[in-house]
């Protein structure tokens, strides 16, 4: 079942793998960091993150936004937070994701008229 949608979800915690711009990471040597950008379908690749621990001791934090479901999280410390739009939501996720909360508004005033 390699490359099927069930092992893909049992592998990375997502439909499919994740894909993205290859320009989307920064280095920062300065706390010896990583930061990278990707799509993923549905959800956040938790397990790959968790594999990614376990196997090679890094530290993640993460971040995901959903607009079109009205939901953000973050995985910090290895705990998963959701947050559905519209409700206490972290001003440092409003404003790393204030593109899709700009969307979120127009569809939701799309719906009222």
Not at 73 to 92: K, L, Q, T
């Amino acid at each position: 079942m390699e490359g099927t949608a069930i092992s893909q979800a049992t592998h990375w915690g997502t439909k499919w793998e994740i894909s993205g711009d290859a320009d989307n990471w920064y280095e920062n040597e300065d706390d010896n960091s990583l930061t990278f950008f990707f799509d993923s379908a549905w959800s956040p690749p938790v397990e790959a993150y968790e594999a990614a621990i376990a196997t090679h001791g890094f530290q993640i934090e993460a971040s995901w936004c959903e607009p079109g479901m009205g939901f953000i999280g973050e995985f910090v410390d290895r705990e998963i937070i959701h947050y559905d739009f519209g409700n206490d939501i972290p001003s440092d996720l409003k404003k790393e994701y204030e593109w899709a909360f700009e969307e979120w508004e127009e569809q939701e005033d799309d719906e009222e008229h």
